[in-house]
C-alpha cells in the first residue's frame, strides 16, 4: 500500500509541472520565462488550462485518499485494491480532461470519487 501512496506522489508531481511542459511544447512558455518570476504571463492555451485544472482537480481529493490510505494502513486494512483502482481512474483522467473527452473523463472522475467511498467505508467497518 505505501508504494500506491508512493505512486500517488509521483502522479502529483508529474501534473504539477504538465502545464508547464504543454507550455514549452506549445511554445507559449519559454526556459526564460519558466526560471522567471512570471510577472508577465503569457496567454496560455486551452491545453495549459486543463492540465492545470486536472492538477487542482486532483488537490482536491488527494488529502482523502492520503488520510484514508493511512488510516487503513494504521488499521491493518487492505485498500490497496481500492487505492489502485483510484490511481488508475486518475492517471486515465488527465489525458481525458487534457484532450477534452468528456464521457471518459467525467467516468474516471466519478470512479475515483467512488473508489474514496469505498475506502472510508473500509476504515470506518474496522
Known amino acids: 500500500m505505501l508504494d500506491l501512496l508512493l505512486y500517488a506522489m509521483i502522479l502529483a508531481g508529474f501534473q ?40 487542482l482537480n486532483l488537490m482536491e481529493s488527494m488529502p482523502f485518499f ?20 483510484w490511481l488508475i481512474s486518475r ?7 487534457v484532450f477534452d473527452i468528456p464521457y471518459l473523463r467525467t467516468l474516471t472522475w466519478l470512479v475515483s470519487i467512488v473508489m474514496l467511498v469505498q475506502m472510508g467505508i473500509a476504515v470506518s467497518a474496522a
Do not use: C, H
Request: net charge positive; aromatic share 8%; glycine share 4%.
Open 66 to 85: 492520503i488520510a484514508l490510505s493511512i488510516i487503513g494502513l494504521m488499521l491493518g486494512q487492505d485498500l490497496s485494491y481500492l487505492m489502485l483502482v
Open 16 to 55: 504539477v509541472m504538465l502545464p508547464n511542459v504543454i507550455g514549452l511544447m506549445n511554445q507559449k512558455y519559454t526556459l526564460s520565462f519558466l526560471l522567471s518570476a512570471r510577472d508577465n504571463a503569457p496567454e496560455i492555451t486551452l491545453m495549459n488550462a486543463r492540465a492545470r485544472r486536472a492538477w
Open 91 to 97: 492517471v486515465i483522467y488527465v489525458p481525458a480532461y
